[in-house]
């Protein structure tokens, strides 16, 4: 099984910043594409921002320059630093990550999400 835990939410004021940290552990033999996404209530999940295994990078034109995604490939771990942060960003964002994991000595592919963290920007 793989397992993405996030961590890093929280309440800021307009302008302030945030760094989410999604951590990846379980049976990996190896992470392609991770990334970030965002729901609000009723509202259709979105993409933030991706990130490939060489580090090649996507973002939504929403937060371009202020957002920045980053990977420690040793660490299994994402990150999304969050700059000047806007009260429509408050959101649950979502970390996710797919490759490939052991079912035993087999390898086959995944495609997991995170539980979400909570993101509020006040006014």
């Known amino acids: 099984q793989v397992q993405l835990v996030e961590s890093g939410g929280g309440l800021v004021q307009a302008g302030g910043s945030l760094r989410l940290s999604c951590a990846v552990s379980g049976s990996i033999f190896s992470i392609n594409a991770m990334g970030w996404y965002r729901q609000a209530p009723g509202n259709q999940r979105e993409l933030v921002a991706t990130i490939t295994s060489g580090g090649s990078t996507n973002y939504a034109d929403s937060v371009k320059g202020r957002f920045t995604i980053s990977r420690d490939n040793a660490k299994n771990t994402l990150y999304l630093q969050m700059n000047s942060l806007k009260p429509e960003d408050t959101n649950v964002y979502y970390c996710?990550?797919?490759?490939?994991?052991?079912?035993?000595?087999?390898?086959?592919?995944?495609?997991?999400w995170g539980q979400g963290t909570q993101v509020t920007v006040s006014s």
């Open positions: 996710n990550a797919g490759g490939v994991r052991l079912r035993g000595m087999v390898p086959v592919s995944f495609d997991y």
